[in-house]
């Protein structure tokens, strides 16, 4: 007889194995669910962060969207101003021609004369510009559709409003005179080219020629007048002159002659 054998029955026997197996799988169940509710827990605590960053997130981008879209306004408003500011500062006239006249006079060298000063303006034309407005939505039908065909980008820029432009001129200087010799028209170039509000300064001639029994350098020089040029961005140049020396003293043969100056208190600079 087996050390092992039992006087239980064995339908009791099977039935005990089959209550602790069945013991043993509820615990197991049990641990398994509590770990799904952890699991859970703690994937919903996550999901309402990343949701509550998410509203953080959107807040902050719909207020740097206001912000931009004020700073774009504002951006709008100071190219505005600019243009209106521009375009009073067309009523006055940056490079008074009375001033300019005095400041090439005072870089004449002595012993050198105008004989002729001519001074022409010519409009330059800008292209016309329109303000480019915002696309207009389509408008839709009862059914949701479109009922026309939005206009294009062209289009709309070309039933845009006219922008209207300052006007800008291009001023072209003439000069003809005579000096002693080329040293002094040599001078009086680089004078006009050191000036900052005159541009492409020129010599077109210079030639010997006779005036009253004298030997003279006859010249021409043509410039062009600075379009941005102001004339308060300039200091005057100032230079001694004698009072008893007119501005426009007779040339020969009965021409307007502007001499060069040398009088004033002042020293030259």
């Known amino acids: 007889m087996s050390n092992n054998a039992s006087f239980l029955p064995e ?3 099977a039935q005990k ?13 049990v641990v398994v669910m509590f770990g799904v509710f952890l699991a859970f827990m703690w994937t919903n605590q996550r999901w309402t962060q990343v949701k509550s960053e998410q509203a953080r997130i959107n807040a902050e981008y719909q207020a740097a969207a206001e912000d931009i879209r004020m700073l774009q306004e504002l951006e709008e408003q100071k190219t505005e101003m600019l243009h209106k500011a521009e375009l009073a500062a067309t009523i006055v006239e940056r490079i008074p021609r009375s001033i300019l006249l005095a400041e090439i006079i005072n870089r004449m060298p002595d012993g050198l004369s105008l004989l002729e000063f ?13 303000t480019e407005p915002e696309p207009a939505p389509a408008p839709r039908s009862r059914g949701g559709a479109a009922s026309r065909r939005a206009p ?7 039933q845009a409003p006219r922008r209207i432009e300052a006007p800008r001129f291009r001023t072209s200087i003439q000069m003809v005179g005579v000096a002693p010799t080329d040293l002094e028209v040599s001078r009086f170039l680089n004078e006009l080219n050191g000036y900052p509000l005159l541009q492409d300064v020129a010599l077109d001639y210079s030639e010997e020629q006779e005036i009253e029994g ?5 010249f021409k020089i043509d410039m062009l007048l600075d379009t941005d040029g102001d004339i308060r961005s300039v200091e005057p140049l100032q ?9 426009h003293a007779q040339g ?10 040398t009088d004033t208190a002042a020293g030259r600079k």
């Open 17 to 29: 194995a089959e209550l602790r197996t069945n013991v043993i799988c509820m615990l197991l169940f």
């Open 214 to 218: 004298k030997l003279l350098r006859k």
């Open 118 to 130: 001519n001074l022409a303006s010519e409009r330059v034309r800008a292209p016309v510009r329109r």
């Open 11 to 13: 339908d009791y026997l």
């Open 239 to 247: 230079v001694p002159r004698r009072l008893r020396d007119a501005l």
């Open 252 to 261: 020969p043969a009965g021409s307007s002659v502007v001499n060069a100056p």
């Open 152 to 158: 294009t980008r062209a289009e709309a820029v070309a």
